[in-house]
């Protein structure tokens, strides 16, 4: 008997910060906090328990913890770490675009600011974090063994079929969307769905070199990824409210059911919640067409499709882990 698709719901439970500007360490409000139950009634509508992954401003602020506790402490959701190393203590690296992707960091600092994350976390919440999240899906090499010795079971951090190299970040294009034990077996890494869909994405690796040729600067200019998009001929789709509609999410999970994934890991962040905090939510219509989504894809999610809901511990105590490679 095949399993039903299992839908995990990831927010990056973060400071509001200008999207657009260089890193600022004085940027740590929490305000959107406030409206976090936003996400969470959504959630509790479909029977999901969503995993708030909690950076250092959420879990160091009063403001920012308080409103998650009461639901995870009452079995509505379950925690997480998520690491911005710029607002992160001890505050010891140059801040530059490369070392906002925490694996950049020199071991020593990414494993300090890590375990400063988690301890801080535990002391608010009451019990060790064992998922993890990287800010900006910046995990690097020395990211597992790290995880392994703080106590962590789960990573959520790759986001294929994207590339972070331009900025000096990891690279997933090649990565694929099944659960996967890393290297040293201890950690299950689950990673946020993603890939190109379409008539000429036959092949990750065809539709890969595809689209950076669509998205090189001349071709960029006469906006050739967005005929293929709405051709639908290539599509680059990450399953988040952020960015896509519901349309194209529910197209993305077809589409790589037909290919054969049975877990999917949707991600969005929490500040999304209160208009102008992200560029995804700029203002009231923007935040109802938000919700919209995302009450369309849970809909079809769960009663359509008539797949579950998990949370990332549940797969690793379930064994729910897929051999399989794309």
């Known amino acids: ?148 010795e703080l106590g962590y079971e789960v990573d959520l951090s790759p986001a294929p079929p994207f590339s972070f190299q331009a900025g000096g970040g990891p690279d997933f294009s090649r990565t694929s969307n099944y659960p996967q034990r890393m290297a040293d077996q201890s950690i299950l890494s689950v990673p946020a769905t993603g890939d190109f869909i379409g008539k000429l994405a036959s092949s990750r690796r065809r539709a890969t070199q595809l689209y950076r040729f669509a998205s090189s600067p001349r071709l960029k200019r006469l906006r050739l990824p967005g005929i293929l998009s709405r051709t639908r001929l290539l599509e680059r789709i990450r399953l988040s409210p952020e960015g896509h509609s519901a349309d194209e999410l529910e197209r993305l999970t077809v589409t790589l059911l037909q290919r054969g994934l049975t877990v999917f890991s949707l991600t969005l962040h929490s500040p999304s919640f209160k208009p102008g905090c992200t560029p995804y939510v700029r203002d009231r219509r923007d935040l109802e067409q938000f919700m919209e989504t995302l009450k369309r894809y849970f809909h079809f999610f769960i009663h359509v499709l008539e797949g579950v809901s998990a949370t990332p511990l549940e797969l690793e105590e379930g064994k729910l882990v897929s051999s399989q490679t794309e």
């Open 1 to 148: 008997m095949s399993l039903p698709p299992i839908l995990l719901v990831v927010v990056d439970t973060e400071e509001e910060f200008d999207w657009s500007a260089p890193f600022d360490r004085g940027q740590t409000s929490v305000q959107a906090m406030a409206e976090i139950h936003r996400c969470q009634e959504m959630c509790d509508r479909f029977g999901i328990r969503p995993i708030y992954v909690m950076d250092y401003p959420v879990a160091s602020q009063e403001a920012g913890w308080r409103p998650l506790k009461e639901l995870i402490d009452g079995g509505r959701a379950v925690m997480g770490a998520h690491l911005h190393p710029w607002v992160t203590p001890p505050l010891v690296e140059a801040l530059t675009h490369a070392n906002s992707f925490p694996g950049n960091l020199p071991v020593a600092v990414e494993r300090e600011k890590l375990t400063i994350l988690t301890r801080q976390i535990q002391a608010v919440m009451g019990s060790q974090p064992k998922v993890y999240k990287a800010g900006r899906y910046g995990i690097g090499p020395n990211t597992p063994a790290i995880l392994h």
